[in-house]
């Protein structure tokens, strides 16, 4: 039986923990994924988004030649040259990384096996070993969901594999309604892939009503939606699958990806058995430290970060969440202070088509929960970079308490939301007032940053 000082499982956000605060603990990394290194890496964030900016560009291509009276010829996609770009790097930094924790520090190791607790300081492998530690971080991140109605196979996949296919799909069904799903239909529509959408409700459940209205029309003439429509039946052949829909509609796609939500691999581990609190969705519950909690106090040596730990499911809230993690570690060793663990509010950004970047309360959410909120709404078309884009559709809002010009909220749809959120972000995030936040400082003109400068002129002369 081997003993480890810190057992880590989870080699995504979890694989950041190990480090050189922590150079005098036994290490014991485990991972168990086909490609080392977390989802983020491997068929998330990152190859997602190697994928959508071709896809922008060529969408910006095609558009170019009806609302910018610009011209070009034939534009042809070469999706093996795409993904062989795209996984010809990531899959060496996997490799890399998986050679260096197996061999490269000599207070770690490796192990790539699937393993369950059998208790608060002993583990069980895959092939029946029994390791103990003195404290463990559970960083085991969460899976796609699957469907009864859409057995996965070489012709239906989650975003773990469909990005791999030798050949790009003409016609793909896309099950789902949230930012994967949006985000990937966007994705192969712009590439030139016959695309069809199909979901139970609406989409994009949560975000601003008018955004989620504006980017539905914006879909609807990008590719075919199907909504409050499930998928009662699927029959796989060597040309395609046959999908029947919940109105009765029938049609056949060459691929389907059923992008559903995400399951939380908590379950896999056994942390149920051991009385460990969960949330409703199968994460742990963590205090401000991400120590686990069990009936409500915490439990001594063991943490949890990323999807294990909060309902965000979003890479840079999970690397937060693992620095604390480290800190508090060193805590409970005696070398450094006890993190408090809060930042400001968790950004949110759909890499679709038009992209989407949003925080904190709506308006209407604001007032349900009592206070007295104004919003103040900019379009892109009433800036000079919205005339450069020709940009009839796109917008930023901005929510703040009135008086005290707190900020509650921003909800961007257009080119670069992401990049318009953060000033925003921080401004909320360092407690900053709205009034004087546009005049205390320069703008670039003519850029994309106006826009949020004139939502926040509107906004100060309702407060």
């Given at each position: 039986?081997?003993?480890?000082?810190?057992?880590?499982?989870?080699?995504?956000?979890?694989?950041?923990?190990?480090?050189?605060?922590?150079?005098?603990?036994?290490?014991?990394?485990?991972?168990?994924?086909?490609?080392?290194?977390?989802?983020?890496?491997?068929?998330?964030?990152?190859?997602?988004?190697?994928?959508?900016?071709?896809?922008?560009?060529?969408?910006?291509?095609?558009?170019?030649?009806?609302?910018?009276?610009?011209?070009?010829?034939?534009?042809?996609?070469?999706?093996?040259?795409?993904?062989?770009?795209?996984?010809?790097?990531?899959?060496?930094?996997?490799?890399?990384?998986?050679?260096?924790?197996?061999?490269?520090?000599?207070?770690?190791?490796?192990?790539?096996?699937?393993?369950?607790?059998?208790?608060?300081?002993?583990?069980?492998?895959?092939?029946?070993?029994?390791?103990?530690?003195?404290?463990?971080?559970?960083?085991?991140?969460?899976?796609?969901?699957?469907?009864?109605?859409?057995?996965?196979?070489?012709?239906?996949?989650?975003?773990?594999?469909?990005?791999?296919?030798?050949?790009?799909?003409?016609?793909?069904?896309?099950?789902?309604?949230?930012?994967?799903?949006?985000?990937?239909?966007?994705?192969?529509?712009?590439?030139?892939?016959?695309v069809v959408q199909i979901?139970?409700?609406?989409?994009?459940?949560?975000?601003?009503?008018?955004?989620?209205?504006?980017?539905?029309?914006?879909?609807?003439?990008?590719?075919?939606?199907?909504?409050?429509?499930?998928?009662?039946?699927?029959?796989?052949?060597?040309?395609?699958?046959?999908?029947?829909?919940?109105?009765?509609?029938?049609?056949?796609?060459?691929?389907v990806l059923v992008a559903?939500?995400?399951?939380?691999?908590?379950?896999?581990?056994?942390?149920?058995?051991?009385?460990?609190?969960?949330?409703?969705?199968?994460?742990?519950?963590?205090?401000?430290?991400?120590?686990?909690?069990?009936?409500?106090?915490?439990?001594?040596?063991?943490?949890?970060?990323?999807?294990?730990?909060?309902?965000?499911?979003?890479?840079?809230?999970?690397?937060?969440?693992?620095?604390?993690?480290?800190?508090?570690?060193?805590?409970?060793?005696?070398?450094?202070?006890?993190?408090?663990?809060?930042?400001?509010?968790?950004?949110?950004?759909?890499?679709?088509?038009?992209?989407?970047?949003?925080?904190?309360?709506?308006?209407?959410?604001?007032?349900?929960?009592?206070?007295?909120?104004?919003?103040?709404?900019?379009?892109?078309?009433?800036?000079?970079?919205?005339?450069?884009?020709?940009?009839?559709?796109?917008?930023?809002?901005?929510?703040?308490?009135?008086?005290?010009?707190?900020?509650?909220?921003?909800?961007?749809?257009?080119?670069?939301?992401?990049?318009?959120?953060?000033?925003?972000?921080?401004?909320?995030?360092?407690?900053?007032?709205?009034?004087?936040?546009?005049?205390?400082?320069?703008?670039?003109?003519?850029?994309?940053?106006?826009?949020?400068?004139?939502?926040?002129?509107?906004?100060?002369?309702?407060?």
């Open positions: 039986m081997r003993h480890f000082d810190l057992v880590v499982i989870g080699a995504g956000s979890g694989n950041s923990i190990p480090g050189p605060a922590l150079a005098s603990e036994q290490i014991l990394v485990v991972d168990d994924g086909v490609h080392f290194g977390g989802t983020c890496l491997n068929v998330g964030c990152i190859p997602t988004k190697m994928f959508v900016h071709p896809a922008e560009i060529a969408h910006e291509v095609a558009e170019a030649r009806y609302v910018l009276n610009a011209t070009s010829g034939e534009i042809r996609y070469d999706w093996q040259g795409i993904r062989d770009r795209v996984f010809g790097r990531i899959d060496a930094i996997s490799e890399g990384g998986e050679e260096y924790r197996a061999s490269g520090e000599p207070n770690i190791s490796l192990l790539r096996e699937h393993v369950r607790l059998t208790s608060e300081h002993e583990l069980e492998s895959a092939s029946g070993e029994r390791i103990t530690f003195d404290r463990l971080v559970i960083a085991t991140g969460s899976r796609p969901r699957e469907l009864a109605a859409l057995p996965l196979g070489d012709r239906i996949h989650t975003n773990d594999t469909i990005l791999r296919l030798d050949n790009q799909p003409e016609r793909l069904a896309v099950i789902g309604g949230g930012a994967i799903a949006c985000e990937f239909a966007a994705m192969f529509a712009g590439l030139g892939t016959q979901h139970r409700s609406e989409l994009l459940r949560g975000v601003d009503d008018e955004v989620r209205a504006c980017f539905t029309e914006a879909a609807k003439r990008r590719w075919g939606l199907h909504l409050g429509t499930e998928v009662t039946r699927a029959v796989t052949t060597a040309d395609g699958v046959t999908l029947t829909l919940s109105n009765g509609d029938e049609l056949t796609v060459d691929h559903a939500g995400r399951v939380v691999n908590t379950v896999r581990l056994g942390t149920q058995e051991l009385g460990f609190d969960h949330r409703e969705n199968g994460a742990l519950v963590v205090d401000e430290q991400q120590r686990v909690l069990r009936g409500g106090e915490s439990v001594p040596g063991i943490w949890a970060v990323g999807d294990s730990a909060n309902t965000a499911q979003l890479k840079h809230v999970a690397n937060h969440e693992a620095r604390v993690a480290v800190q508090s570690i060193l805590h409970d060793l005696g070398r450094a202070e006890a993190p408090s663990g809060v930042l400001g509010p968790i950004p949110l950004v759909v890499f679709s088509s038009p992209q989407i970047a949003t925080f904190g309360r709506t308006l209407a959410e604001a007032h349900d929960d009592g206070l007295d909120a104004v919003e103040a709404r900019c379009d892109y078309g009433a800036t000079a970079w919205g005339w450069a884009l020709a940009d009839s559709e796109h917008f930023v809002k901005i929510v703040a308490e009135r008086g005290s010009g707190t900020l509650l909220g921003a909800h961007i749809i257009g080119p670069d939301a992401g990049i318009l959120l953060q000033p925003l972000v921080q401004a909320a995030s360092f407690g900053q007032s709205v009034h004087g936040l546009a005049r205390g400082q320069y703008w670039p003109h003519p850029a994309a940053t106006e826009i949020v400068e004139n939502a926040l002129l509107k906004l100060e002369e309702q407060l």
